[in-house]
Each structure stands twice: as C-alpha cells, then as structure tokens.
C-alpha cells in the first residue's frame, strides 16, 4: 500500500501509529480517525459549495447574457465569501406568529439532509465516507429530508405565501419520488447490488447508461424535480408566491436554504454519474484515486451544469401540468420499464447478447413511447379541429 | 471502521454541528433589535388576514393516498430486483404481478379521474 493507490488508508494507518504511540486504545483511535475523516469530507463539501454559488451566479449570468460577479477578486470569484459575510452579520429576524422550533430546525435539517449524502458518495475506489449496502434505499431516505425541511419552514414560517410553497413541495415530493425509485431499481436489477460503490465497480466495464438510457433520463428529470429546481420551483415560484417556502427567512437560515439548494443539486448531479454515468470509471484512469476524485467531480459538474442548463432554458410548468406529466407519463413509463427489463436480466443474463438486448429494448420503449405520444397528439389536434356544437359544449358543463 | 452505522451516526452530529455553527455566530454578531413593524408577516405590503394556516385543497391528500401505495411497494420490490438472477423465473413473473396488480390501481385511479387537478 503506497500513498498514490490508497491515500485515505495510508495516511489512516500513519495517524493510527501515531495514536498508539501515544498509549491510546484501538476503537477511540478508530473513532477518533472517523471523525476527522468526517471532518475533511464536510468541509471539503461546503468549501466546494461556497465555490458553487460562484460557479451558479457566472452561468446563469452567460445564460441571460450579462457578466455576473466580477469585482472580488479574479473574475468575480471571492464574491461568495462577501456574501457569507453579509448573511452572518445580517440581523435575524422570526415572524411573530411563527412556529419558532420548527422555524429554527427547517434550514439546519436542510443542510443536514445535504452533508448526509456526501457519507455514501464514492468519489474514487479507495476514497468515500462508507460503503453501506442499503445505499439506494439511503439515498432516496436522505433525498426526502431535504423536502421535508422546505415543507417545515413553509409551515412554521405563518405566512399564506410560505405554506402554499410547501403545499406545492408536497405535491412534487410526493408524484416524483415514484419514478425515481422506479428509476434506481434498475441499476438494482443490472447491478444485483444497492451498494453504491458495488455500482461503481460494476460499471468499470459499461456504463449503465448504455445499458439503460431511458432510467438514466427518468432519473434525471425526477431528480430535478426532487430537488425543487426550475421548471419545477412551484414551491418557491418568485413571479407568484414571491419566494414561497422562505420569503421569511433572513441571514444565515435564509442562506443555508440557498446553499443547501446549490449543494443538493450538485450532489444529486453526482449521483447521477454515479450510478448511470460510471462514477469515478474513466478509461483505466481511476487507478489512481486522487485522478479518480478529479474524475468524478469533472463528471458532477457537468450534470450539475445541465441541471442549471434545464433551469435557465425552461418556464415553469403550471402545477396540474406536473402533476400529469409524473403520474400519467413518467410513472407509468417507468413501470413498464422495470418490467421490460427484469424479463430481459433474466432471460439474457447469462448470453452474451446482453448488452445489445438491452440497449435495444430501451430503444424500443423509447420508440413505441414516442409513437403513442404522437398519437394521442394527433387525436387531441382532431378534437380541437372539429367545431364543438354549442348545445353539446353547454350539456359538458 | 467496522460498522457502517456507526460511521452514519458520527456523520449526523457533524453533519448538524457543522450546519447550528453559523447560525450561532450569527447570533453572537448580528443586531437583535426587533419591532413589531419588522416582525409582522410579509403579505405584499397589506395586513394579514385571519389565520396563515388555512385549509388546504383536497386534491393532495388524493395524490399523497396514490403515493403512499407506490412507496410501499418499492420496499417490497427492491429486495426482488436485486435477486432477480438468483431467482426462478416463476419467482420474477410474480413480481411483475405484483407491479402489475398495482398499475390496476393506478388506472383505477386514472379512470376514476382522480389524477386531474381540478
């Protein structure tokens, strides 16, 4: 074992030598090197955050045309730095009427929620938090908590527009998490493990996106609707209920929303390489596990890109339309998907026409979606073509 | 570390120390001066009526029922996926029956046009 094939466990076992040294018991040096490990892994995490707001407030500026941030520093980029300082030195202000536990718990459980999935991110072979074998299920757990803590503060916060925020948040948490579970089922069914970094090493040979694009695309979209970003902000919809779940929240509890936010789309923006885009696997390179967090951070931030590049290019969609789009397309489709595929694992499995099988079954749903959609297009157009009889129209009403 | 939850139990103390840091900084440094005008609720410039905590529309409490069906199932259906190679084919088809029992519910639902936000 060298430093450039394990750092973490190299530098682990020096510490551990040290400890000893020192006449300290084994499970307190354990505890003690977990922590720390802990420790480096959050601030590592909120330090790249902090750089997020940056990269966010560039690319939304280039989307719309103007420069954004650039007086602090090169290009702008100590302006997250000001603006923590603004947000710490900001008076905090609670609502009269307001739930004030409730109100004070909602933004820390928000980047709590966040920080919690960072334990199971696998960022290179030798280098992750832990590798527990119900990730899947800890995922979507985790993912939840963080619409729970937007539910909470609209709910504490006594204010129409923040409680309808969390209504709406309700709605998307409750259609979309179906599809996305659906969706994460089927790296289960390829892989035949829920552990994420059992994926990971799956996919050394084929990325699961080959095998399966259409639950990688599922995914995609359910996750930006798990996260609350545009098109699917109804929960904090500006040009409606003005900020919506936080329109209360001043300072530091308003910028941990927003950073948790940030935070949760990148991190969701590395799950996605993680389990359909190979994770740290990049052609033999993720030997080396410092290249391989390079790798994997490379592959995070550019699905964290097309997340901002959905959320800058979109309107938003109107709530029933939401609605509809998840229980009448997504979760139907991702049923059948699962279906189609548990059949395919079982029956090609063992041949060597797997991959082929598979890709081309996608590609079949795919098509045959595309064709009932167009359909059902056609019959809607006919339907508006045909004048409607203004007896028959007042007899529907 | 040995035990993986263990590691988890560690990573949410940090995990809410890390977050509660801030927010007591912000209490030590930020001006506390509070006054009724400041704390009133935020409505676009007029006065809240009534309670902020009104009733809400019916139609979630549908959505969350059809939800509640789906979730539950997913529990169920993970533990067969991941066996999916181990298992006898006989075993894979009734999984699927059992998707397929709940898709019924969900056309029933459909049908019944409780998937429309009226």
Redesign the interface.
Known sequence: MTFWSDPVNFIAAWLRGILAGWGMGAALA??LL??SG??VL?VFA?VLDIFLVWVERKVVARFQDRLGPNRIGPFGIFQPFAD?IK???????????ADKVVYNIA??LA??AV??L??ILPLASTIY?????VA???LVATGALGALAIIMGG?A?????A?LGA?RM??IM??Y??PM??AL?IP??IT???SVKGITEFQSGVWIVILSPLAAVIFIISAIAELGRAPFDLNEAESEI?AGFN??YT???F??FYASELLHSFTFGGFIAVLFFGGYNFFGLEKYPLLGVVIFLAKALFFYWVIMWVKYSMPRIR??HM??FS??FL??LS?AL??IT??V??FL?PTNFYMLGMFLTNVVIAWLTIEILRAYGKRQRKAEETPVQPVAEAAHH | MQNAWLYIGLFLIIGIIVPVAPLLISWLVAPKKPNPIKQSTYECGIETVGDSWVQFKAQYYIFALVFLVFDVETVFLFPWALAINKLPLYTVLEGILFILILVAGLVYAWRKGMLEWM
């Open positions: 354990n505890i977990a922590l802990i420790i959050v909120l923590i947000l710490i030195i900001k008076e905090d202000i609670t609502p009269e009427g933004p820390v980047a709590t920080i919690l960072w334990a938090g832990v590798d527990l074998n899947l299920l800890y709910w916060s006594n204010n129409k527009y409680l209504f309700v709605a409750v259609s998490e179906v579970v659906v089922l289960a069914v035949g493990t829920m003005v329109i209360e300072g530091m509890k910028g941990w709530i029933d609605l509809a229980w009448k979760t139907p049923l699962l279906i548990a059949v694992d079982k499995a």
